[in-house]
């Protein structure tokens, strides 16, 4: 039997200030809560957990804990999407809109919320935008040009791997 995933059914990043995050998700980037819950075992002061509707039946989720301490810009995410941060942490989030229209509509929409966002950069496959959220997370909106396919594998970087091309790429 072959195992296959339906997508991403959340992802879990951890929050500073659910309020901030809150009003950031739902009135920026247009999500909808759609769970707000209590962590057990933790005692209900100390952990919660939110998940917003992030289209395409996927859930972006916070948790807040009492006791986080505060990221290391390097270590739990990067300076800029420029930069590296730690093996094991999460580089960037990236949301879909459909159309390069759809990508300068929300860029305008975001600097119009206050925050500083790349030009539209051209990787070939998609264009993207990218900016942060409340906590420094890096995220990104991005649309597809084409579809990827054998010419977006580069056979330098499966070698550098230790990869053959023949066992990695299903296009």
Not at 149 to 157: A, H, I, K, L
Request: proline share 6%; charged share 20%; aromatic share 10%.
């Amino acid at each position: 039997m072959q195992l296959t995933t339906g997508g991403v059914h959340h992802l879990a990043l951890v929050a500073k200030d659910l309020r901030v995050t809150h009003e950031f998700y739902t009135k920026v980037m247009g999500m909808k809560l759609t769970c707000a819950i209590h962590v057990p075992p933790f005692p209900e002061t100390d952990a919660m957990h939110v998940f917003y509707d992030m289209g395409g039946g996927n859930q972006l989720a916070f948790f807040w804990f009492k006791e986080a301490p505060d990221p290391e810009v390097g270590q739990a995410h990067p300076k800029s999407p420029a930069h590296v941060n730690a093996n094991g942490s999460m580089h960037h989030l990236a949301f879909g809109v459909d159309t390069e229209e759809d990508l300068l509509t929300f860029r305008e929409h975001l600097k119009e919320h206050g925050l500083k966002v790349t030009p539209m950069i051209d990787h070939e496959f998609c264009k993207s935008i990218y900016f942060q959220d409340p906590d420094g997370m890096q995220l990104e909106i991005s649309y597809w040009v084409r579809t990827l396919d054998r010419r977006d594998v580069q056979p330098n970087v499966l070698r550098q791997i230790g990869l053959e091309i023949e066992e990695t790429v299903t296009v």
